[in-house]
């Protein structure tokens, strides 16, 4: 069993700043893909970013360039997005997911790539 729980979420004022972690616990045995995706209400699931198991490739939504960095701690087993300058249209439930296989590139972001998945936390952006 793998187990992830999101955390860091909450209110923010536009061009606020809301740094997201994730840990794993369980299965840490094994190394992980990871990847962040979003929900807003109404709309789809989008993806935000992904990181490959080593740290050595990660990937971007164009919403999310130049704006959020995604990184990990290995021995915490957490990840954490920093986004920065958040904008009212980033509001969303953030959820962060787990894959055993080795993701680089744009497969760090395909959710279909991913077995386990938080439960995910609030992200509101509002004045």
């Known amino acids: 069993q793998v187990h992830l729980v999101e955390s860091g979420g909450g209110l923010v004022q536009p061009g606020g700043s809301l740094n997201l972690s994730c840990v794993v616990s369980?299965?840490?045995?094994?190394?992980?893909?990871m990847g962040w995706f979003r929900q807003a209400p109404g709309k789809e699931r989008e993806s935000v970013a992904g990181?490959?198991?080593?740290?050595?490739?990660?990937d971007y939504s164009d919403s999310a360039k130049g704006r959020f960095t995604m990184s990990r701690h290995s021995a915490k087993n957490t990840v954490y997005l920093q986004m920065n300058s958040l904008k009212p249209e980033d509001a969303a439930t953030y959820y962060c997911?787990?894959?055993?296989?080795?993701?680089?590139?744009?497969?760090?972001?395909?959710?279909?790539?991913?077995?386990?998945w938080g439960q995910g936390t609030q992200v509101t952006v509002s004045s």
């Open positions: 369980g299965r840490t045995d094994i190394n992980y893909a």
């Open positions: 997911a787990a894959s055993p296989q080795f993701l680089s590139g744009s497969l760090l972001r395909l959710p279909g790539k991913f077995d386990y």
């Open positions: 990181i490959s198991w080593s740290g050595s490739y990660t």
